[in-house]
């Protein structure tokens, strides 16, 4: 064979194209590559989707307990109304009812919008558990505020729903007595064997939930909100 024939068959040689092997070897080494790429931008995207979920529970976590702990420091009592009714205008009854407890009580709290609205800052809240109406089986924890108050049962009475945390575990008062110096589980000031007239020092917020995302853990959370009055408002006339 002359040298310029084995050049040519060198040449023709080097021009050759991939074996079987070796394209089935590419395709593999490239399915991996797309297989692990996909893996990290699936996690990447499922870690960002749970970390704004918490983040969202979390805000509304914060929002409903200042809304609770501001509610609470405006707490009063007044003495200058009819001692013997049986629905009082101003009150503060806290009990223990099941996972989530009932708390009723006037506050100062509410912001008037309009400065010739017919209203006052004067309004009687309670919190209490309420089923969701689209999902039976989660509860949520309602706060429903009565802008006027008056003599009727509350329950009868007109007033504004809204929900301060949804899908909850628990929710818990305590109540500083500060004449006992302990923490008390229910606290009536409409009874004369109980609290008549007065007010705890601080109410203790305990709240258990489940966080957002799947996965999602229960929670504890725990906040105390200080009342600025403990005896009842008492006005005198000449």
């Known amino acids: 064979m002359s ?7 060198s040449a023709g040689a080097g021009q050759a194209g991939f074996t079987l092997v070796e394209l089935v070897l590419a395709i593999a080494i490239l399915a991996f590559m797309m297989m ?57 009854v806290g009990k ?19 400065a010739d609205a017919n209203e006052s800052e004067q309004t009687v809240i309670t919190y209490s558990a309420e089923a969701d109406p689209d999902k039976p089986s989660t509860v949520n924890l309602v706060r429903r505020e009565q802008r006027r108050p008056s003599n009727e049962p509350s329950r009868e009475e007109r007033a504004e729903l ?32 109980g609290e008549r007239g007065r007010l705890p020092t601080r109410v ?22 200080r009342l600025m009055l403990q005896e009842e408002l008492k006005f005198f006339t000449n």
């Open 3 to 9: 040298p310029r024939d084995r050049a040519t068959r």
């Open 36 to 92: 692990v790429a996909w893996s990290v931008i699936s996690g990447t995207v499922f870690a960002r989707k749970n970390l704004a979920e918490r983040q969202d529970r979390d805000h509304e976590l914060r929002v409903a307990t200042a809304v609770m702990v501001r509610d609470l420091s405006s707490a009063y009592l007044s003495s200058n109304e009819d001692q013997n009714m049986t629905e009082r205008r101003t009150l503060f």
């Open 96 to 114: 223990p009812n099941g996972d989530v407890d009932e708390l009723r009580f006037s506050t100062m709290a509410h912001r008037v919008l309009w």
């Open 162 to 193: 809204d929900v301060l945390l949804s899908d909850i575990e628990k929710v818990k008062f305590e109540y500083w007595d500060w004449r006992a110096k302990e923490w008390m589980e229910d606290w009536d000031s409409t009874q004369a064997d």
């Open 204 to 225: 203790r917020i305990l709240i258990e939930l489940k966080t957002a995302g799947e996965g999602s853990d229960t929670v504890k959370y725990q906040t105390e909100a």
